[in-house]
């Protein structure tokens, strides 16, 4: 049985994309044994995960990143047996919010609202589980615009 898990969490340090490349460059390779799949969005301060697959690879993994000092509040949004992948093509993908162009940066502010209330600020992250997934696969389908595929996008 396939299992879906999303939390959010925000970062507890300064991080900047060579360091989260960094980290999901080992987390993909860790992802492909476990048969996990999925996306990471970053939008600062903010972090949005789904993890996908067997339950306990599943559960097994978000143990470790909830353990991970690198961010903290985490928040478990969902964790449910689903039939199918969101994400299938991706062993874990990050997006930055600020590495989309202008445009869908502006059409995702409308639809989800900033989270510091300027014009062109981070994306607020949703509470409510099927909007947070929602925006992940509206993050998916504008990041299928920039380079990176299945390896980690670098900044255009
Ligand atoms: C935001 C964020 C997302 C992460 N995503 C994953 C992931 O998808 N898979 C994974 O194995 N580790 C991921 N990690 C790294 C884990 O937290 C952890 O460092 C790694 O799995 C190694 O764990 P270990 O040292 O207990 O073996 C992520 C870390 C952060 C900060």
Redesign the pocket.
């Known amino acids: 049985m396939l299992y879906q898990l999303c939390y959010r969490s925000r970062q507890a340090q300064e991080m900047d994309w060579p360091t989260l490349s960094s980290?999901?460059g080992?987390?993909q390779d860790?992802?492909l044994q476990d048969d996990?799949s999925?996306l990471?969005l970053w939008s600062e301060p903010q972090?949005l995960?789904v993890?996908e697959g067997p339950r306990d690879s599943v559960s097994n993994?978000f143990m470790?990143?909830a353990r991970?000092a690198?961010?903290s509040r985490i928040e478990l949004l969902c964790m449910r047996a689903v039939a199918s992948r969101l994400f299938p093509d991706w062993r874990?993908r990050a997006v930055r919010h600020m590495n989309l162009h202008a445009a869908d940066r502006a059409h995702l502010l409308r639809k989800y609202g900033s989270l510091d209330g300027s014009e062109d600020g981070p994306v607020a992250i949703p509470e409510d589980e099927n909007l947070a997934l929602a925006l992940l696969l509206d993050f998916m389908h504008l990041a299928r615009g920039l380079p990176g595929g299945d390896e980690v996008s670098t900044p255009p």
Do not use: E, K, S, W
């Open positions: 980290i999901i080992v987390a860790r992802n996990i999925g990471l972090f995960q993890l993994c470790r990143i991970d690198r961010h874990m």
